[in-house]
């Protein structure tokens, strides 16, 4: 199921981030898995879209509702929580390289299943 209906979908998104500069990965062919980026300027993109993400879009309008905003002290403290969250997502996105991890589960994901039915084509040859 993962290889059949969530990989092809995932191997076109990423087609279009890749596009968009957006992900710092790509799907090899000829590998057949997802590898992350080598490019020095798609990966300056990246940071550069990461920076314009930190700065405009979403954390200084939260910082600033948070800070004058018209909130009361508890959706404040709440506010702080995820204010919180969000910064350190995208500092965690910055190094990417230091931690391929979700890389590598859909990569495994996708291995496994690919031995699995490949086991199971042994056993029930007629079904395949």
């Known amino acids: 199921m993962y290889t059949t209906q969530f990989f092809p979908l995932l191997v076109r998104h990423l087609g279009l981030c890749r596009l968009l500069k957006?992900?710092?990965a790509k799907f090899d062919?000829?590998?057949e898995k997802i590898v992350p980026v080598e490019?020095?300027?798609d990966i300056t993109i990246f940071r550069i879209q990461c920076i314009i993400s930190l700065?405009?879009?979403y954390t200084v309008a939260m910082f600033l509702n948070l800070c004058i905003g018209p909130l009361t002290v508890p959706k404040k403290f709440q506010g702080v929580s995820f204010f919180l969250i969000y910064?350190?997502?995208l500092f965690f996105k910055w190094n990417y390289h230091l931690d391929i991890a979700p890389i590598q589960v859909v990569n495994s994901c996708v291995k496994f299943e690919k031995k699995l039915?490949?086991?199971w084509e042994n056993f029930f040859p007629?079904?395949?």
Request: proline share 10%.
């Open 22 to 24: 957006s992900v710092p």
């Open 29 to 31: 062919s000829k590998l």
């Open 39 to 41: 490019n020095p300027r």
């Open 55 to 57: 700065v405009y879009k």
């Open 87 to 89: 910064v350190l997502l």
């Open 117 to 119: 039915v490949k086991g």
């Open 126 to 128: 007629s079904y395949f």
